[in-house]
């Protein structure tokens, strides 16, 4: 087991690599707030997630995180800096980006195989074959019962798993998940995030996944990124070799995780202890 600073701590200062799934190369990004001023939500910041690769981001709240999957799905553009997805410059909403967010971005009035069978229908698949497809994504989530049910007749972790399904479904080459699983139960989110891993592990998406949990965090991921207080930009990277298959519900107890929690922890404590303190200075 190794727990380092990547040798980049510095990141920000380091090219991205060109084959890279996600590059975010010392990018800069400032918004007019309404009161008319210029704020910068994120400064010379610097991310490269290689393909396959599990990236987990962390950070004290408003430090420019959900900002972050926004620049790689195109949504936002950089002020300064440029962004590259699958090597290309980010011109638009790319097909290749499946997200999952912590609402359900389910369609209240579909039943769960309708939900499912959308993204493929919607990309001109056939509708027999998107249907035997969403029939087997739905098996494979745990849910072959519960085809016909719409979304106000599943529980939350029901309705998360309906979610990966139709994300994965479309067999995304980029997933950006921003807090998914906080709004579930300890036991549901933990069998989410091993369902993820299975999942994840399948297909190789190259995976952007914002949390506020640290120990999500470091259970997940292959190398967490910890923000600085915003204007977020990358305070340090870790890569984390716990061994793969992980499974969740043991991960915890492994004395290696708690060294690497306790390790990352130190480093982002500062910066949640900045965040608050300027939250109560400026009420926001
Ligand atoms: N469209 C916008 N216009 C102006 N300011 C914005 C806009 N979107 C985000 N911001 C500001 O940018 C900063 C970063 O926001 P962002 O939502 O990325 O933070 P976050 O780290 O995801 O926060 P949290 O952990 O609370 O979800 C915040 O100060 C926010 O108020």
């Known amino acids: 087991m190794q727990v380092q600073p990547m040798a980049a701590e510095k990141l920000s200062q380091a090219a991205p690599q060109a084959d890279a799934a996600i590059a975010i ?3 800069t ?11 910068t939500a994120i400064r010379d910041f610097t991310m490269t997630v290689a393909r ?11 430090c420019g995180k959900s900002t972050t999957l926004n620049l790689v799905t195109g949504l936002l553009r950089p002020t300064t800096g440029n962004v590259r997805v699958m090597g ?13 967010f912590q609402a359900d971005a389910l369609f209240p009035w579909r039943s769960v195989i309708d939900n499912v ?4 229908l919607y990309r001109g698949t056939p509708k027999a074959q998107a249907y035997d497809r969403a029939r087997d994504w739905i098996a494979r989530v745990g849910l072959g019962r519960f085809e016909k049910h719409y979304p106000h007749q599943l529980s939350g972790g029901m309705r ?18 921003d807090e998914p699983f906080s709004a579930l139960d300890m036991q549901t989110r933990t069998a989410m995030q091993d369902e993820l891993l299975g999942l994840w ?9 914002v949390t506020h949990d640290l120990e999500e965090a470091v259970a997940l991921a292959d190398k967490v990124y910890v923000l600085t207080a915003g204007p977020g930009t990358v305070k340090s990277v870790y890569r984390i070799d716990l061994p793969r298959p992980r499974v969740m519900a043991d991960i915890r107890y492994d004395p290696n995780f708690v060294e690497i929690a306790k390790v990352i922890w130190n480093d982002l404590r500062e910066e949640v ?11 926001h």
């Open 25 to 27: 190369d010392d990018v």
């Open 117 to 120: 069978a959308a993204g493929p």
């Open 88 to 100: 290309n410059p980010v011109t638009d909403i790319s097909r290749d980006i499946g997200f999952v």
């Open 201 to 209: 592990s399948e297909q190789k998406s190259s995976v952007v996944f």
């Open 52 to 62: 396959g690769e599990f990236a987990c981001v962390v950070g004290p709240t408003g």
């Open 160 to 177: 998360k798993r309906v979610a990966l399904a139709q994300t994965f479904i479309n067999q995304p080459k980029i997933l950006l998940m």
């Open 273 to 283: 202890q900045l965040g608050q303190s300027r939250t109560l200075q400026t009420g």
């Open 29 to 39: 990004l400032r918004f007019v707030t309404p009161d008319g001023h210029m704020m």
